[in-house]
């Protein structure tokens, strides 16, 4: 029985559909019978192996006949009586064996096999019934399957509708190109019961943790709520197609990693393109070979793990460069760190205008000579961090510590007006900590504070260990200004005192032989002035 062919594409899009439909039964029969015969060797069930292996083989028939007979090849529409016929004889001797070793597994001889066994018979079943289906509605008088309008239109074949098979006909049509050793974590979505429930029974015998989905929609959901390192992802479903969740997960910055591999009875070449172009990792055609499934998921997953490794060593890269920059920026400043990320391989600067401030502690050596050692590391490590606090709020860059002694510059490597005024305040703010830094260290504090400014060179030395550090007269000689000073004051050169004019107090000292610059007049600082 056959009628005039449907417009091609209309034609192309129902054969397909009709693989989709009849392959998921005869696709579980197989994968079934395959897993029973693998049981039987373990088991030792020689005689129930014989049957197995048979009705494997009629599987295998089976299939081969609706490649056949569902391949579209030819001009004429499809002859439902040819396909009737034909399918019912493997099935027959499927549902035949199935129901013998049923019988047997039921009394005792198999019980491993029950489950896969009314399985497959299940599938027979449901194979029959959408044989008769298909007959019962080539009968009514809508022509032998070929009229694809008609069915369209009514929707009476229990084998599809409107909505399902009406989009393969604009998936069937070209589009213009578009811009093994691992278990994983594998979503199986197929809105075919049987097709769920084999391969996920398959991978997981593979060792793998497998969740189903029976459309688009719970496939979406499942990802949404927890990781997957693979999805086996049917093209062909009602609600939402496996090509729209394809480019839905695609589009997410948060789930585009994930590969997913297609499955679908659709082997036109235009539907693969268009899925590999929307960024699917592989195809497999219905029916797919065991063998070959567990391959490419193999591979599939080599890919995702290896992304991983690669993704966890560039954050541990990361996380390095950041510790290293942090460590930089402990003993660099953050310009200089900048310079030197940007290829810069000689720091080395001269600063016109710098303040530079010595801190030392007062009576230190005799203090060091009764403390016992743990107890003068905690007071420098108490004095100095309170010490690097300020310098951090008042803007300056401390350069080093000298044993008791505490260098910053202000001014560099960024250069300010205010350096001066700028460098008081901070001498200023350390003097007020020292109440409170006499208490936390239990023993009575005094500190010299020695300010000059003037031009200085300023650059970063070393190999192993970078120091960035400042020389010239005007380093030294704020050394003699703090040397020279007496303790709770801050003792000012004539230079920083013209650049402190106006803003703060005075207190001259009269003219001081400083070693290294002669007789000069100096200064205690005094309180600010408002302006």
């Given at each position: ?147 694809l309008g008609a069915e369209l239109a009514g929707g009476a074949l229990g084998l599809g509708s409107a909505s ?71 093209l062909m479903m009602p609600d939402i197609t496996g090509y729209d969740v394809l480019t839905h997960l695609k ?281």
């Amino acid at each position: 029985m056959s009628s005039t062919p449907a417009p091609d594409g209309a034609r192309r899009a129902l054969l397909a559909h009709l693989r989709q439909e009849f392959s998921a039964p005869a696709n579980a029969i197989a994968g079934y019978a395959e897993m029973m015969v693998e049981d039987a060797d373990r088991a030792g069930y020689a005689d129930a192996k014989a049957d197995l292996v048979r009705i494997l083989s009629a599987a295998g028939s089976l299939q081969g006949l609706l490649a056949d007979l569902l391949s579209g090849e030819g001009g004429d529409g499809l002859d439902v009586a040819k396909v009737r016929h034909d399918l019912r004889t493997p099935i027959n001797a499927i549902k035949g064996y199935g129901e013998m070793l049923l019988e047997d597994a039921a009394d005792g001889a198999y019980p491993e096999l029950i489950d896969d066994l009314t399985g497959v018979l299940a599938a027979a079943d449901d194979m029959l019934r959408r044989i008769d289906e298909l007959v019962s509605f080539a009968s009514g008088g809508q022509g032998a399957a070929g009229d694809l309008g008609a069915e369209l239109a009514g929707g009476a074949l229990g084998l599809g509708s409107a909505s399902t098979l009406a989009p393969l006909q604009d998936m069937l049509s070209p589009r213009p190109p578009g811009p093994g050793a691992h278990a994983g974590k594998i979503l199986v979505v197929d809105d075919n019961g049987l097709n769920r429930d084999v391969i996920g029974r398959r991978l997981r015998r593979e060792g793998h943790e497998v969740e189903l989905a029976e459309n688009g929609t719970a496939a979406l959901a499942a990802i949404a709520a927890r990781p997957f390192d693979l999805v086996l992802l049917d093209l062909m479903m009602p609600d939402i197609t496996g090509y729209d969740v394809l480019t839905h997960l695609k589009a997410d910055a948060r789930t585009r990693h994930i590969p997913v591999i297609m499955m679908s009875a659709l082997d036109a070449i235009d539907s693969v393109v268009r899925c590999v172009e929307a960024g699917a990792l592989d195809y497999l055609p219905k029916p797919f070979d065991t063998t070959l499934l567990l391959a490419r998921i193999a591979a599939a997953l080599d890919t995702k793990f290896l992304r991983d490794r690669e993704q966890l060593m560039l954050s541990e890269l990361e996380r390095e460069r950041d510790r290293s920059e942090r460590l930089l920026l402990s003993v660099l400043p953050a310009a200089v760190v900048e310079r030197i990320k940007q290829g810069t391989s000689l720091i080395a600067d001269l600063v016109p205008e710098a303040t530079i401030l010595f801190a030392d502690i007062d009576n230190f050596t005799p203090m060091a000579g009764r403390l016992e050692p743990s107890v003068l590391v905690q007071l420098l490590n108490t004095v100095f961090s309170a010490f690097d606090r300020l310098v951090d709020r008042f803007g300056a860059e401390k350069i080093k510590t000298i044993g008791d002694a505490y260098m910053v510059a202000v001014g560099l490597p960024q250069p300010r007006a205010d350096h001066a005024p700028a460098a008081a305040r901070l001498a200023r703010a350390m003097l007020d900590e020292l109440p409170g830094l006499s208490v936390a260290c239990g023993q009575p504090l005094g500190i010299r504070i020695g300010l000059h400014s003037g031009p200085v060179v300023a650059g970063v030395i070393g190999e192993r260990k970078w120091a960035y550090d400042v020389w010239g007269d005007t380093v030294n000689i704020a050394s003699r200004m703090e040397s020279h000073g007496l303790a709770g004051r801050i003792h000012l050169s004539q230079t920083t005192q013209g650049l402190l004019a106006g803003r703060f107090a005075v207190e001259p000292r009269g003219p001081m032989p400083i070693k290294g610059a002669g007789l000069m007049s100096t200064f205690f600082l005094g309180p600010e002035q408002a302006v």
